[in-house]
Structure formats: C-alpha cells, structure tokens
C-alpha cells in the first residue's frame, strides 16, 4: 500500500505542475474513450465452517482444520483495460460518470502439509486458490478544474470475476475439493488528477479502493475419497478487497 501511496504522489506532482503555469481554463464538457494501466494489490479472506460428522470429531482437530484450512492471501500484479465516460461542467465544478473494463492478471494458489497435532497419526495436504479475471465498474465523479488540470473523487459499483477454489487431502485418503467462479459485487472510491495534453487528449494518475463483499461455497467428495459416509462438511465464506493504481490516457469528443 505504502508503494502505491508513493507512486501515486511522485506522479500526481509530475502531472500537476505544469497546470499551475496555466491561466486559461480548459473545457472538461463531453464524452470520452480512453485506455489505463496500473498495479493492483488484491487481498482474499476465506473463512471455514464445519459441519456433518465433523461434529463427532474433537473440538481441538475441528480448530486446527478450520484455522489451518482458512487463510488470508494476496496477489500484486497488473490491471489493463479501457474506459468510456461523460464529463459537465456544473460551474466551478465537473461532474461525470465513466465505465471501466480492467483484466486482473495473477493468482495466488497455496498448498501446505501438516501432521495433525489433536490426531498425532494424521496429516493433512490443505490447498486454497483465488485467481481474478477481470473487473467492471460504474462510478460516479466529481472534480474540481484548475486550469488544464482536473482533481477529482469518484465512487460507485464494481463487480470482479474470479475463480476460487480448496482442496483437502489426508494420509488416510479423505480427499475433497471445491471450486467456483463467482462475481464479487460491492463498491469502489477513490480519487485521481486528470491534465490535458491537448485540446483532445488527457493524460491522468488514479487511485481506487474496493470492497468487493463476499461469496459461498462448499467441498465435494473426490472419487475414491475414504470417510464418505457419514459425510463431513466443509463450506468457505471468502472475500475480496482490492488497491489500485492506474495511468489512463483518454480522447476527448
């Protein structure tokens, strides 16, 4: 986060003065098209319920499955995509809105062997996986022009693709698996520094954070998967947040 913070300011400096040298204002009113780059730092909670004959089993394996199998886990890598927006001048303000398409590249996929130490004779192969595909959002804008440069705040809705996914594997072959591909919907907000190059083209620095909610989902036995019956049952409650920092280049109409 400190890195992006960093980044952001050095660029927002590069970008922004130049402007103040400026006196004449530059006309923000219209449709634009553009395409943006940037970092994203994704974080995924996946928390873990037990339930079925786990509850014939001791409180202390049942703990030691659910924090070993839960975990929290990371990815920073690219986004790239393409944006669409309206800007109106509303006095000595801008408004707008803007759609965005951002493909998510990177994944995080984890697998950890552990003996057990409520069970000594049992050991467990734990894995997790969370692997973003792409983002859409729909936001909001407000800015505040200063010359040829805009400062503005923006917020809205964002949904984010991805597949998760776990896997648990004993040394007495309790084998399962689960895996979905699910939108995580909630919102975004964030602010950004926008500089005219041109009478046409824009060249602008932002910063996004989004709290994407959660999704559900449960294990299924694996074929030849010992212990089936009575059955054990696990289901995943898994978040996602997401930090973001994109250059955008945009085309004005």
């Known amino acids: 986060m400190r890195k992006y913070l960093s980044i952001a300011a050095i660029a927002a400096a590069t970008l922004a003065s130049p402007a103040f040298a400026q006196d004449d204002e530059d006309d923000w009113n219209g449709a634009y098209i553009g395409v943006h780059a940037g970092y994203n730092g994704i974080k995924s909670d996946s928390a873990l319920a037990l339930s079925g004959a786990w509850t014939s089993e001791s409180t202390a394996l049942q703990n030691e499955v659910v924090s070993r199998w839960g975990t929290s886990q990371s990815i920073d890598d690219l986004n790239f995509g393409a944006q669409i927006g309206y800007n109106f001048n509303a006095g000595g303000a801008v408004l707008g809105v803007e759609a965005d398409f951002s493909v998510l590249n990177g994944s995080d996929v ?5 003996a057990s130490t409520a069970f000594p004779t049992l050991s467990y192969t734990y894995g997790n996986t969370i ?16 010359g040829k440069t805009l400062f503005y705040a923006h917020g809205g809705w964002q949904t984010v693709r991805a597949d998760v996914g776990a896997t648990i594997l004993s040394n007495g072959n309790y084998s399962k698996a689960a895996a979905l591909t699910a939108n995580f919907d909630g919102y975004t907000v964030g602010a950004g520094i926008e500089h005219k190059l041109g009478s046409n083209m824009s060249a602008r620095l932002e910063y996004g954070y989004s709290d994407l909610g959660d999704v559900s989902y449960a294990t299924a ?11 054990y049952n696990e289901t995943f409650t898994q978040d996602l947040r997401m930090h973001s920092v994109r250059l955008g280049l945009n085309f004005h109409f």
């Open 131 to 146: 692997d973003p595909k792409h983002a859409i959002s729909v936001r909001g804008k407000v800015g505040l022009p200063m």
């Open 221 to 231: 036995y694996r074929a030849g998967s010992a212990f089936t019956s009575p059955a």
């Open 110 to 114: 984890r697998s950890s062997t552990q």
